[in-house]
């Protein structure tokens, strides 16, 4: 039976990076993943290009850009491990990379650039590695020794590491091992839910704006109410289904169902104020005069919806003016649900971060870790959910 230092179940970012460290650090490790290739989430995220970190992250208010039960769990692993430190392992291995918007980073030519980067660190410590290689059954012998029974045998470490990921994009072979792992330890766990994925309507209520489906445009997105209203101003996607884009992705996140989500289609616009001085000085149909403040293809659409706004904007009268502008201004639909893990990017909830330790991720069966997606921790859209990935994964190597 092969004996090694730390054995890391699931060759994703978090688990490359974490082998990598710890076998810089003289440790013996075996990195273990069920697919024959590694990182298949890196390779498509980022449209290709893998949205590796956020420069704005503020690893002092985590709960700013994270969703936890307990959103300040991360604080310690995110300041210890920052963008800066990721940003400047990038530059090391020589990867061109830049900056898009609001501090999100990535790659200039490909993904792939940034998995062989992870390879290269893995090799510069030694890592074994066995892909692809099911892994069985994990147990615990009498000594505190983990057994580990894989496709290629059975193997032994006083210490296991699972970075198996969520349940989101189960056709990369997303699944829910690292949650029945936890289970089997007795660890506690947060219910699931698809995280960054688009919201649907039925159809009934869906059949008006279907037709718009492929428009974008920057709105104001919120959800909740009081404390718990969560607001963004992004760019939103009409699909045949619902909305998608990276405005309904970041409020997914936050969004419970049978909770409304409020929208300003038209942001930054006194949108009542603008068409009350059009109606002064324009002949224009009160579509073709709106589409100077939305898309032509909304503004047809929406006023399709009521005969008063089927006119000459100085025909229309103010009060269906001011409906109009409201109903732009403060949309305020009800998702009946979402598009599911197969379009999520992450998954919401995993394990119990109450059981975790935040300075290593040891869980509180000794010798057992998790990292990256598996923990109830979840980013936003924008590169904070590999930050974590890099930052769990660090602390978790450190500690091995």
């Known amino acids: 039976m092969q004996e090694f230092d730390a054995i890391i179940i699931g060759a994703g970012a978090a688990g490359l990076f974490c082998a990598g460290v710890a076998g810089q650090r003289g440790r013996r490790v075996l990195l273990i993943d069920h697919s024959p290739k590694v990182a298949e989430k890196i390779r498509i995220s980022g449209g290709g290009r893998a949205n590796f970190t956020n420069r704005d992250l503020d690893p002092q208010a985590p709960h700013r850009h994270f969703v936890s039960r307990n959103p300040h769990f991360c604080r310690s692993a995110l300041s210890r491990y920052t963008p800066a430190d990721f940003i400047a392992l990038v530059q090391r291995h020589g990867v061109p990379f830049h900056e898009k918007h609001k501090g999100q980073l990535f790659c200039d030519r490909s993904a792939d650039d940034l998995i062989q980067l992870l390879l290269r660190e893995c090799d510069a410590g030694g890592v074994t590695r066995w892909q692809p290689c099911a892994v069985h059954a994990v147990r615990q ?20 590491v699972v970075a198996t990921g969520g349940l989101s994009i189960p056709q990369i072979g997303a699944s829910d091992f690292g949650h029945r792992l936890a289970a089997q330890f007795g660890l506690r766990l947060v219910d699931t839910r698809p ?6 309507f039925d159809g009934d209520t869906w059949a008006p704006f279907a037709e ?16 718990q209203r969560t607001r963004f101003r992004e760019d939103l996607l009409f699909t045949h289904r619902g909305l998608s ?19 300003d289609l038209a942001p930054g616009t006194d949108l009542e104020a603008e068409l009350r001085q059009a109606k002064l000085r324009s002949r ?50 009800r998702p009946t649900g979402t598009e599911g893990y197969r379009k999520a990017e992450v998954t919401l909830g995993g394990v119990d971060t109450r059981d975790l330790s935040s300075q290593t991720l040891e869980s509180r069966q000794k010798g057992l870790f998790f990292i990256g997606e598996v923990v109830d921790v979840t980013g936003w859209l924008g590169g904070y959910n590999f930050q974590w990935a890099w930052a769990s994964a660090h602390a978790c190597g450190q500690a091995l």
């Not at 405005?247 to 929208?263: C, F, K, T």
């Not at 224009?284 to 089927?310: F, H, I, M, Y």
């Open 212 to 227: 718009l489906a492929g428009l974008a445009l920057p709105v104001d997105i919120e959800t909740g109410e009081k404390k």
């Open 141 to 160: 012998d009498g000594n505190g020794m983990y057994e580990v029974d894989t496709a290629h045998g059975t193997v032994t470490a006083p210490s296991v």
């Open 195 to 200: 995280g960054l994925v688009p919201l649907t």
């Open 284 to 333: 224009k149909r009160l579509g073709n005069e709106l589409a100077s403040w939305v898309p032509s293809r909304l503004a047809d659409t929406w006023t399709a919806t009521d005969p008063d706004w089927q006119r000459p904007v100085a025909d229309t009268p103010d009060k269906a003016l001011a409906r109009l502008a409201q109903g732009l201004s403060r949309w305020e639909v």
């Open 245 to 263: 884009g990276p405005a309904v992705l970041q409020i997914s996140s936050y969004w419970e169902p049978g909770q409304p989500v409020r929208l």
